[in-house]
């Protein structure tokens, strides 16, 4: 990712309808998971790889033992002005993790910025204790990439085929995979649309949090979708979100 998408990451992630969404939508899957396995969830053990800035990661510190990863130095340096635990590691094979320990993973946006998808999805199948979850989110349709998914250095952006084989064919179960940003989806795609017919070749950092107003409303509109995702699988939108258990 370029340098100067920490700095907006960090300025937007605790005040942007999307970011504030996609966490609600997040905490809401991990809590229903969590809910059905233990009384005890404060005990259990969640490792968030590539978390950034690190904005979900305190969210999910809150409720339970978590742990973060992240390659990038910047975003370390941003995850410990929030005193979080972090330490620098990559995948498929910088984890320096125990294995067979977490209860869950957070894959959130990651899998995208990486050259082997499938042995990443193999590392996170030795970190996770039998029977634990790995929960996934990742940008959706290649046609829609842009000079921004360019600056964001993603590899390839994945519909819901490509994302199952990648997941399930190291071992993983599915338990839910969806798409997800489908309310707003119609406006997200006429954005993404005109940014891809009228971008220039130097796309600069144009994330801003909208007027509060529409801000919230967004954001409860976006977030309202942790609602129909246990149940339903939304047939298109701007993203993936899925969840894998591994075998006991």
């Known amino acids: 990712m370029e340098h100067a998408l920490y700095d907006e990451m960090f300025s937007n992630e605790t005040r942007h309808w999307w970011f504030l969404g996609r966490r609600k939508i997040v905490l809401s899957i991990l809590l229903r998971y969590f809910r059905s396995s233990t009384d005890d969830i404060a ?10 800035c690190g904005a979900n990661l305190a969210a999910v510190s809150r409720i339970c033992d978590a742990t973060g990863i992240e390659p990038s130095f910047e975003g370390i340096a941003y995850c410990r002005k929030r005193r979080l635990h972090v330490t620098k590691g990559a995948l498929p094979d910088k984890l320096s993790v125990p294995k067979n320990y977490f209860d869950a993973v957070l894959l959130i946006d990651v899998l995208e910025h990486i050259d082997d998808d499938k042995a990443s999805i193999c590392a996170i199948l030795d970190v996770l204790k039998p029977g634990g979850i790995i929960l996934v989110t990742v ?12 600056m964001h250095h993603h590899k390839r952006r994945y519909n819901r085929r490509q994302i199952h084989e990648v997941v399930a064919s190291q071992g993983f179960a599915r338990e839910i995979l969806s798409y997800y940003n489908f309310w707003l989806f119609p406006f997200a795609l006429m954005e993404r649309l005109s940014k891809k017919l009228f971008a220039t070749d130097t796309p600069k950092p144009d994330v801003t ?17 942790r609602f129909l995702l246990p149940y339903v699988v939304l047939p298109f939108g701007l993203s993936l979100i899925g969840v894998y258990r591994k075998p006991s």
């Not at 940008?139 to 360019?150: E, F, I, N, S, V």
């Not at 107003?213 to 979708?225: K, T, V």
Request: net charge positive.
């Open 139 to 150: 940008p959706a349709y290649q046609w829609l990439y842009t000079g921004r998914d360019k």
């Open 209 to 225: 949090v909208p007027p509060a107003l529409i801000n919230h409303i967004m954001r409860l509109i976006f977030q309202s979708e």
């Open 43 to 52: 005990s259990l053990k969640v490792l968030d790889v590539g978390c950034g």
